[in-house]
């Protein structure tokens, strides 16, 4: 795959999203940098990655977690959004998202909270799709990211800054991840 084009089409959607989280126009303008080195190592060695945007974001959150741990700051770091307020800021949803609320929610509360926050589908449409009220679309989408939530939170120490946002998150040594999530998360390149 050629850098230069897979490069210019995420490097601004990237820039953005650092800019988000570090204020400092010279470190988020470093970081990015950062970012674009990696990727191309990544692809000079022909490995292949499934997924680039996953790939680009999963590199970019680390290293925004890096920055921060060097710098001994808190920030909401993570490329998983708080999931009961949803996704309306335009943070990235990695597909590892879709993935888990299609394989692991019951159909009848992953289908609205699918088209919701990954599809990003009006939840007036949603409702006239699945033939529910609004409200009733509302309160599945609400009850889906309460049980995503449950979910995440068995298998991963969530850590929140004083604000209640997300700065880190590892895997509970407890949990033994199902072949199909890890297979998943192999194919979009994302570690814990």
């Excluded at 990727?39 to 680390?62: C, M």
């Excluded at 919701?116 to 449409?125: A, N, R, T």
């Amino acid at each position: 795959m050629d850098f230069d084009i897979i490069w210019n089409q995420y490097k601004n959607e990237l820039f953005y999203f650092v800019k988000l989280k570090i204020e400092n126009q010279i470190d988020t303008e470093d970081l990015i940098q950062e970012v674009a080195l990696k990727f191309y190592k990544q692809l000079t060695k022909g490995v292949p990655i499934e997924n680039n945007r996953a790939w680009l974001y999963r590199i970019t959150n680390n290293l925004v977690i890096d920055y921060y741990r060097k710098k001994g700051k808190e920030k909401n770091t993570s490329i998983f959004y708080d999931i009961e307020k949803g996704n309306e800021e335009g943070t990235c949803v990695c597909e590892l998202s879709g993935f888990i609320i299609q394989n692991y929610l019951s159909k009848e509360y992953a289908e609205p909270l699918f088209l919701s926050d990954i599809e990003k589908i009006p939840q007036k449409l949603i409702a006239e799709r699945l033939n529910l009220s609004l409200s009733a679309t509302k309160s599945r989408i609400q009850r889906a990211r309460i049980q995503l939530k449950k979910l995440i939170e068995s298998c991963v120490d969530l850590l929140f800054n004083n604000r209640g946002e997300l700065v880190d998150f590892t895997l509970k040594d407890s949990c033994k991840l199902p072949i199909e999530l890890t297979d998943e998360m192999q194919k979009m390149n994302i570690i814990l």
